[in-house]
């Protein structure tokens, strides 16, 4: 934890050398670079750069010339907007593939104060989990730590026992994924600084701390999967991913209608709704037709064939958000984000079948503060340059929250505390997995 001294240290560095953080979501759909400038205020966010991305299948590389060049463009975009030559970014990763289990570890204290060492040590022990050699551990969260058998302590460092233990929520990730990843954007000229877990950094941009405290699900609804992130007392508690996003809408609107898979995603966004009123139901909508031909349809044509989707969807929410309810995890409310979030009424529908309170989650690119963590000193301030307000928008959560999860990291400068954000230091234990598998890729060349 830095004191006052040292945290005067790192914010006259950090006023001296102004850096670009680049947060690069390659997503099913589209693939969109955030350029972020860190000083000694915060983050400005100074460019969004976004385009079409065909290389990715259910947030999985398929086609790795494909999802190279998207990339390449897409930087060489930001690199124009910003003005600045981009090396190193840090990459969102999710994906059916992303998997979690239960850990549990311990350390022995004998009698004195719990140092960040002894924490960091328990939470390694943690990670002593089997799991088959095609995958890899990403993230290790404690959820709770117990110290001489007193749990519910959230930072125990400094406090005086003889043992340690903490239980934690072990992510992994399958190797092969994440080395493709790596690969297209190492071919696309660029360093990768961290993987960071898409539905961490969508939390970081929509979650308040209370809602983390209550028990909230985030479910950020992408082109391939949906991702869900469940927090409970400020720990992150679940996560999972579903096989559903917002392509299935639109391929559904595709086959059902007859039209081309670009025309269905248009009159998704323009027409997309979960149910309709009379007035809205009777109206007609002009479409495009697979043969060119424009035609008039009823628009209730398209509510009836997105509703059964978004239903089957949010069932499969409730059954996650149901087991954790079983464990004892209550949940109390869901924010939902990501493109197809906006569907018309969609949160009035979620709601009536979750029987919870649901909102929809807008990143705020406005001055905004953001928890520091415990360093003494201002804290972590969000804002962008004129022109970038309407990039507060859902389908942009993820992409604008890696650049305030990795700001966060950097600008509090903490290692391996906790903090009431939860682990801080999750930031650090990726960038060991990552350089592992950065490791063994280079060996296996």
Not at 129 to 158: A, C, M, S, T, Y
Not at 357 to 370: A, I, M, N, S, T
Request: with cysteine.
């Amino acid at each position: 934890m830095l004191n006052k001294q040292r945290w005067k240290m790192a914010a006259e560095k950090r006023k001296r050398n102004k850096s670009i953080i680049v947060g690069l979501d390659v997503g099913t759909t589209k693939i969109c670079a955030i350029a972020g400038e860190l000083d000694e205020d915060g983050i400005t966010v100074q460019s969004i750069c976004c385009n079409k991305s065909t290389g990715l299948r259910k947030g999985v590389v398929v086609d790795i010339d494909t999802t190279v060049n998207s990339i390449k463009s897409t930087i060489e975009e930001s690199e124009k907007q910003t003005g600045t030559g981009i090396k190193e970014v840090y990459v969102g990763i999710s994906g059916s593939h992303i998997k979690t289990l239960n850990g549990y570890g311990a350390v022995g204290i004998k009698g004195r104060e719990v140092t960040p060492e002894d924490v960091e040590d328990a939470i390694d022990s943690a990670s002593a989990v089997n799991i088959p050699l095609d995958r890899e551990i990403l993230h290790v969260l404690p959820n709770d730590f117990i110290l001489d058998r007193q749990g519910g302590i959230k930072d125990p460092v400094g406090m005086v026992g003889n043992r340690l233990e903490v239980k934690a929520t072990v992510v992994t990730g399958s190797v092969t994924p994440i080395r493709n990843l790596i690969k297209c954007c190492e071919t696309a000229g660029l360093e990768i600084m961290d993987i960071i877990l898409q539905p961490f950094a969508s939390a970081e941009a929509i979650l308040t701390p209370d809602e983390k405290v209550i028990g909230i699900a985030l479910v950020d609804i992408g082109g391939g999967t949906t991702d869900i992130v469940v927090y409970k007392d400020g720990w992150m508690r679940h996560t999972a991913v579903l096989g559903i996003g917002g392509n299935h809408f639109t391929n559904d609107i595709s086959l059902g209608l007859n039209l081309p898979f670009n025309e269905a995603e248009r009159i998704k966004k323009a027409y997309g709704s979960v149910f309709l009123s009379e007035t809205e139901g009777a109206s007609n909508i002009d479409v495009l037709t697979i043969d060119g031909q424009r035609r008039e349809i009823p628009r209730k044509y398209i509510t009836e064939i997105i509703e059964p989707r978004a239903e089957e969807l949010i069932e499969l929410i409730k059954q996650e958000i149901q087991i954790l309810q079983d464990n004892g995890i209550t949940v109390s409310g869901i924010v939902f984000t990501g493109g197809s979030s906006m569907l018309s009424k969609f949160d009035r529908f979620a709601e009536a079948i979750m029987s919870m309170p649901v909102r929809v989650g807008y990143p705020e690119l406005k001055p905004k503060f953001f928890s520091g963590g415990k360093n003494p000193g201002p804290h972590l301030k969000l804002n962008c340059i004129e022109g970038l307000e309407e990039y507060s928008n859902p389908m942009y959560s993820a992409g604008i929250g890696l650049v305030l999860y990795t700001a966060e990291s950097l600008f509090s400068g903490e290692k391996h505390i906790v903090s009431h954000r939860g682990f801080s230091g999750t930031f650090n234990k990726m960038t060991g997995w990552f350089k592992n598998i950065l490791k063994k890729e280079k060996n296996r060349r």
